[in-house]
């Protein structure tokens, strides 16, 4: 079993700044990619940003230059740091982790969600 603890999020007002975290552990061989997706109201939940156990990230069109996902490797640990947020990227967003345990089958685990709301 996994667990991923998320935190950061909150209530920022329009052009402001906010970082998320979030922390898996439990029976992890190795973590392939960790990323945020998000889920406005209304909406299908999308990908945010991703990133690889290379170091490669992807990010939505509509975050790039706005938004910066890391990773600590030896924390299991993946961050987004979201600058000039919008009132367009109030959501709850999810951590999301794909990993392979030390019995090698491959598991995708999602954390508990965190509101973030931009006010305008």
């Known amino acids: 079993q996994v667990q991923l603890v998320e935190s950061g999020g909150g209530l920022v007002q329009d052009g402001g700044s906010l970082g998320l975290s979030c922390a898996a552990s439990?029976?992890?061989?190795?973590?392939?990619?960790m990323g945020w997706y998000r889920q406005a109201p209304g909406k299908q939940r999308e990908l945010v940003a991703i990133?690889?156990?290379?170091?490669?990230?992807n990010y939505a069109d509509s975050v790039k230059g706005r938004f910066t996902i890391s990773r600590d490797n030896a924390k299991s640990t993946v961050y987004l740091r979201m600058n000039s947020l919008k009132p367009g990227d109030t959501a709850v967003y999810y951590c999301?982790?794909?990993?392979?345990?030390?019995?090698?089958?491959?598991?995708?685990?999602w954390g508990q969600g965190t509101q973030v709301t931009v006010s305008s």
């Open positions: 439990g029976n992890i061989f190795e973590i392939n990619r």
């Open positions: 999301y982790v794909y990993l392979r345990s030390p019995g090698l089958r491959v598991e995708n685990y």
């Open positions: 990133i690889f156990s290379g170091g490669t990230t």
